[in-house]
T-cell receptor, first 112, second 117 residues
Framework: TQLLEQSPQFLSIQEGENLTVYCNSSSVFSSLQWYRQEPGEGPVLLVTVVTGGEVKKLKRLTFQFGDARKDSSLHITAAQPGDTGLYLCAGVIEDSSYKLIFGSGTRLLVRP | GAVVSQHPSWVICKSGTSVKIECRSLDFQATTMFWYRQFPKKSLMLMATSNEGSKATYEQGVEKDKFLINHASLTLSTLTVTSAHPEDSSFYIC?????????????FGPGTRLTVT
């Protein structure tokens, strides 16, 4: 069974601070995605990383895929209250099913 | 593009009744649709994978007779919760993909909140 562990589970920070969320597994994924979810809504895709070692930037968000394609990180610079939400990583397993395995989630609260 | 809708957005039903949730891909044909369940403050848990015209594949521990999935067309999949009980109360989310074009993009619906009284 593939498991994706995220850490921390909950993070409360002050506006302007930096933070990093980690997503780790013992399994190899063909690609990994990061989502943000607001309460009562479906998850919204932020980024997809495919190549080991790949780094992608989305404004103040930086995503990295581990060299071995087993782990990933999300770094937010100068967090803003609008960044508040549930952040989920999800890996596509390496078989023909294309199933997404979701991480345990990180709940971020950015205080003004 | 790549919009997925769900209907209803929320539903309240009595124990013992059945409720159907629809998932539609509005501007693309979905060869595959996935159904997820999410408990409060928890992550998404995959329930089943459905391919158009074939039987759904259920994840371990998910009762196929309890959660009936039908994927009758390339734009519509339905999840029917049969003989609902309060423990079935949850947030149900679907996603849709066209894996003939893109091997890893899933487009998520807005979710359906089910409350069983």
């Amino acid at each position: 069974t593939q498991l994706l562990e995220q850490s921390p589970q909950f993070l409360s920070i002050q506006e302007g601070e930096n933070l990093t969320v980690y997503c780790n597994s013992s399994s190899v994924f063909s690609s990994l995605q990061w989502y943000r979810q607001e309460p009562g809504e479906g998850p919204v895709l932020l980024v997809t990383v495919v190549t080991g070692g790949e780094v992608k930037k989305l404004k103040r968000l930086t995503f990295q895929f581990g060299d071995a394609r087993k782990d990933s990180s999300l770094h937010i610079t100068a967090a803003q209250p609008g960044d508040t939400g549930l952040y989920l990583c999800a890996g596509v397993i390496e078989d023909s099913s294309y199933k997404l395995i979701f991480g345990s989630g990180t709940r971020l609260l950015v205080r003004p | 593009g790549a919009v997925v809708s769900q209907h209803p957005s929320w539903v309240i039903c009595k124990s013992g009744t059945s409720v159907k949730i629809e998932c539609r891909s509005l501007d693309f044909q979905a060869t595959t649709m996935f159904w997820y369940r999410q408990f409060p403050k928890k992550s998404l848990m995959l329930m089943a994978t459905s391919n158009e015209g074939s039987k759904a594949t259920y994840e371990q521990g998910v009762e196929k007779d309890k959660f009936l999935i039908n994927h009758a067309s390339l734009t519509l999949s339905t999840l029917t919760v049969t003989s609902a009980h309060p423990e079935d109360s949850s947030f149900y989310i679907c996603s849709a993909s066209d894996f003939d074009i893109n091997t890893y993009e899933q487009y998520f619906g807005p979710g359906t909140r089910l409350t069983v009284t």
